[in-house]
């Protein structure tokens, strides 16, 4: 039980198509943060929420679009993705945004873009 | 912004035996956290150590252990009786008093039976 969920775990899909990521905290966490994790680089940070909240999006292009409906839940939804979008995309949550609270991450989706 | 250098993709050690992940840091600023966190082929990021730049005295957490030089900016990771669960790319990150983790490239740890 790793108290943070990502599904699906893989994703295949064309530019064209339209496709979202869930993740679910169990942990009563009030921040939720999703990050790319290409290969050979830092992970980057993506979207922060807190308390429902986005309170930081680091440059993404509009193709992604977060939504996050309560503190428990996180979505990254997708359109006309590029190749270059291919990666692992992580969430994770914290209790507060203080730098000292520990982020929780999940699994990840290994997302493919065709 | 504050970058994360992470020198060693990979290090290979021993079963039983110690390896030492070197990690250095860049930042302005006096108060700050820095976490290792380890990603194994489950590929879920798990938090190992971390430590407070207030605190001189080096965490520990059972068999890790870190060396915070806080002058020089470093903060290795010390992995004692290295077991075949030790494997995985280890991470060192840096939190300023607020939330954004800065992460470093990584370094893939193998453990030899």
């Known amino acids: 039980e790793t108290g943070v969920t990502q599904t699906p775990r893989h994703l295949v899909m064309g530019m064209t198509n339209k496709k979202s990521l869930k993740c679910e905290q169990h942990l009563g966490h009030n921040a939720m943060y999703w990050y790319k994790q290409s290969a050979k680089k830092p992970l980057e940070l993506m979207f922060v929420y807190n308390f429902k909240e986005q309170t930081e999006n680091n440059s993404v292009p509009s193709r992604f679009s977060p939504e996050c409906p309560n503190s428990s839940h996180l979505f990254l939804h997708l359109h006309t993705l590029q190749p270059e979008d291919s990666a692992l995309y992580l969430c994770a949550s914290s209790q507060d945004l203080a730098g000292a609270k520990p982020q929780h991450f999940g699994d990840g989706t290994r997302l493919s873009i065709l | 912004a504050q970058t994360v250098t992470q020198s060693q993709p990979e290090m290979s050690v021993q079963e039983a035996e110690t390896v030492t992940l070197s990690c250095t840091y860049d930042t302005s600023e006096s108060d700050y956290y820095l976490f290792w966190y380890k990603q194994p082929p489950s590929r879920q990021m798990i938090l190992v150590i971390r430590?407070?730049?207030?605190?001189?005295q080096n965490a520990t957490e059972n068999r890790f252990s870190v060396n915070f030089q806080k002058a020089a900016k470093s903060f290795s990771l010390k992995i004692s009786d290295s077991q075949l669960g030790d494997a995985a790319m280890y991470f060192c990150a840096y939190a300023p008093r607020d939330y954004k983790l800065s992460f470093g490239a990584g370094t893939t740890v193998t453990v030899r039976a």
């Open positions: 430590q407070e730049a207030y605190k001189q």
